[in-house]
Nanobody, 125 residues
Framework: QVQLVESGGGSVQAGGSLKLSCAADIHYSTNCMGWFRQAPGKEREGVATISPGKRETYYADSVKGRFAISEDYAEQTMYLEMNSLKAEDSATYYC???????????????????WGRGTQVTVSS
């Protein structure tokens, strides 16, 4: 798969914030793009998705109210604002595009064709 480029990861104490960026080919006709994460020994899980054309966003229950996904068409970049971070948020975060599913809110990684190599987020208690 073609790799996207994530950035903005790092180490932060619980309660802190980080902003992740992803250089991507964004069009308002794009039906869905998103962020996923994976911790060692665990399966990849969906975090948030956005539909630029419909301007709809979806979030996993574990991050709802704390994280915000957005995109900037002029900069061809998508973002994930992470606030009130918890230790359980520690993981490698991946951005994904090239959606071919029917429901963006399902947060299913298999519905995306293009992925970045990931950026590490470590939250200490």
């Amino acid at each position: 798969q073609v790799q996207l480029v994530e950035s903005g990861g790092g180490s932060v104490q619980a309660g802190g914030s980080l902003k992740l960026s992803c250089a991507a080919d964004i069009h308002y006709s794009t039906n869905c793009m998103g962020w996923f994460r994976q911790a060692p020994g665990k399966e990849r899980e969906g975090v948030a998705t956005i539909s630029p054309g419909k301007r709809e966003t979806y979030y996993a229950d574990s991050v709802k109210g704390r994280f915000a996904i957005s995109e900037d068409y002029a900069e061809q970049t998508m973002y994930l604002e992470m606030n009130s971070l918890k230790a359980e948020d520690s993981a490698t975060y991946y951005c994904a595009t090239g959606y071919f599913g029917d429901y963006c809110g399902a947060l299913v990684g298999a519905d995306f064709a293009t992925w970045g190599r990931g950026t590490q987020v470590t939250v200490s208690s």
